[in-house]
């Protein structure tokens, strides 16, 4: 027999997997606690009474139970415990009001430059989120964390976008710094795609254990899930496939500086210039997709030679990283039908048979939401494990 | 603040960090345990007992104790639990025997064809087992597993090799079977860059977290550590990047039926090619390091081209992984100078900044026994989380 067992791990008993057991219901007592964890009765009584101190788990006597001392149930209160997931696009902001179970409550959407600069961007969530606490009926302190995703590469560790190259004024801004010095909150700011991914992972396909989402829109990126977490890399870039040299181009220059640039040649920005050169009204990925829904035959030779293009970077991933599953988002993917297809063409020609045999490339499913659902799903888990190291500081 | 703190986890108490902890030395009494995990007596005894009666550990009255009841230390087994280390080259076997510490006890190396097949290879295997026991006087009993590299794809959850290029007879050959019909114990089969990966990870890089080993010999592949452990990807055949097509490069046909892979044009096996083109004497990898080392300017600017073509996957793998290290091992390392010097001027000009930052690229510290120590280290791994399985099935 090769390899380990499947078989779960024990509950072990950290506060974080006491808590983990209280949300997901296999726990409802104390008892049930020290049952399932093995830990000491008064172990379990310290972290309880600290998930209580902290607001996280009520405890109410359970009035169906007939005769002898009533047993006390245990909930998560979903209700005083909030994030915000935040969506900055190039041009669109989008905002959701989520409980910590990840049920969106409320969410806004507007159109908004992110070129504008930060204090302008930051300050419009800034008031949305009030906006959408008054609807609620919740207060400020409701709102434990705040998830940002940002179209550009971030140094997730310090919140702040790196060089980014269509976020004009945002270079080394300290963006959690906006919020931090106004509540007492943590926020979470990391690239769009790996929202993305975190949000269609847990919400459409929380088993898969190797996935790639790839967004197609005015860019081209990646982002990265391993063992069901998201993947980031030494300095949080991970995932930058847009500008991997695609193998068998024409050398193009990017605005990058280098040359052969995937993103430089099958992005949504490269086709639509590529359209116009031809005489069509293009100046957008959007342009793009409209133009192959209205039969537009160059539109369509387009999208898939783009497909072709990005199959060979992903070709090239597939050997690396070997993953189960990719994930095609962005505007782009509403035509993943010809997008798809000169992706699946290349890399079922250029990837390792093995790792090709069950490979599945398929269109999101969680649409326009994936990154407010997976800015959220980053605040929430932040927050649940942030508060487990506290926990684990007071309790001895 | 961005980022949940890196600050350690709390100890838990499943069997195998009763385990860890034992092992590591924190804790070197019941009570300690009891202290160290938080965990009820009862369930500490429950748990140290099962250790002893596998064999994992023993427990013996402290004499140096003064008055009152002596405690009785615990302690792992060293002595009477061990591992086979396998290295299965294209035409060497090294075999190491190895406590469930990592320390190598005895080691063996001889010249050895794999396309002589499985059967002869696996037996010569057997019997070296039986003459390293013999030697340092432990029984047949004493071997808990056996980890073995072998030089092409493996099917890492059955244990076979997938069409493996240069290993004729052994495509689908259940190895882990060879032993597992002989002897009770666990047999784990990887691939030899793999184990190289994870033996120079634990050995001379504990601390890194995401590290690529390239290795250049004959072929050329790449083992992944994330998050500190292996990388498998979802077939178990990550890391493939010998077949990844080259920009920028010529198309020159690969035996694998494809154009323009990194193996057919950068190899250890194509710089010999193309040396004996040019009239020099060079049948191998390792004739070009002679060559290098002897002067011969066309060797030394082969290599350094190489370096450049490996770079340019290389650089795409950064973009994608973002790891920290990348190192070099495989024949071609001892000419690392050179080769290194190739990789690092492609890499740097085409990663992006923030992922080439404070890229390591390094060659190997554990040299020849990287993958012995890899095979050793993975067949204790294993062992010890079977154990941790076995043990939760028996434990209440």
Chains 1, 2 share one sequence.
Not at 70 to 75: E, I, V, Y
Not at 225 to 234: F, K, M, N, P, Y
Not at 237 to 264: F, K, M, S, T, Y
Not at 314 to 324: E, H, M, S, T, Y
């Amino acid at each position: 027999m090769n390899a380990a067992s499947g078989a779960q791990r024990p509950a072990g008993g950290s506060p974080g997997e006491v808590l983990a057991l209280i949300r997901d219901r296999p726990a409802t007592t104390r008892a049930d606690l020290a049952r399932l964890t093995g830990l000491a009765r008064s172990t379990v009584s310290q972290r309880v009474d600290a998930l209580i101190e902290h607001g996280l788990v009520s405890e109410t006597a359970d009035r169906e139970s007939t005769g002898g001392r009533p047993p006390h149930r245990l909930r998560l209160r979903t209700e005083d415990n909030v994030v915000l997931g935040v969506d900055v696009g190039a041009t669109h902001c989008r905002i959701a009001l989520t409980d910590i179970e990840g049920t969106i409550v409320e969410v806004r959407e507007d159109q908004l430059l992110v070129s504008k600069g930060p204090e302008a961007v930051l300050s419009h969530v800034d008031r949305r989120m009030h906006e959408m606490l008054t609807a609620t009926n919740k207060p400020l302190t409701a709102v434990k964390a705040i998830g940002i995703g940002v179209p550009g590469p971030v140094e997730f560790d310090t919140g702040r976008a790196v060089r980014p190259p269509i976020m004009r004024g945002w270079d080394d801004y300290p963006i959690p710094e906006f919020f931090t010095k106004r509540y007492d909150l943590d926020v979470l700011v990391d690239n769009d795609v790996n929202v993305m991914a975190l949000g269609e992972h847990r919400i459409a396909r929380p088993d898969v254990r190797y996935l790639l989402f790839v967004k197609v829109g005015t860019g081209i990126g990646c982002g990265i899930i391993t063992e069901r977490q998201l993947h980031r890399g030494a300095q949080g870039c991970a995932g930058d496939i847009g500008h991997i040299r695609v193998p068998a181009a024409h050398d193009q220059p990017c605005h990058c500086g280098n040359r052969g640039c995937l993103e430089g040649i099958a992005s949504g920005e490269a086709m639509a210039r590529r359209l116009s050169e031809l005489g069509h009204e293009a100046s957008s990925g959007r342009d793009v997709v409209e133009l192959v829904a209205a039969g537009n035959m160059h539109a369509l030779q387009l999208v898939r030679e783009s497909g072709r293009l990005i199959g060979e970077v992903i070709a090239g991933a597939v050997n690396l990283f070997n993953p189960q599953t990719i994930v095609f988002g962005g505007v782009l993917a509403r035509v993943s039908e010809h997008l798809l297809a000169g992706v699946r063409e290349v890399v079922h020609q250029r990837s390792l048979a093995l790792a090709a045999r069950s490979l599945e490339i398929v269109p999101a499913r969680t649409a326009q939401d994936a990154a407010v659902l997976g800015a959220g799903i980053l605040a929430i888990e932040h927050y649940l494990e942030s508060h487990n190291v506290n926990l684990r500081l007071t309790a001895t």
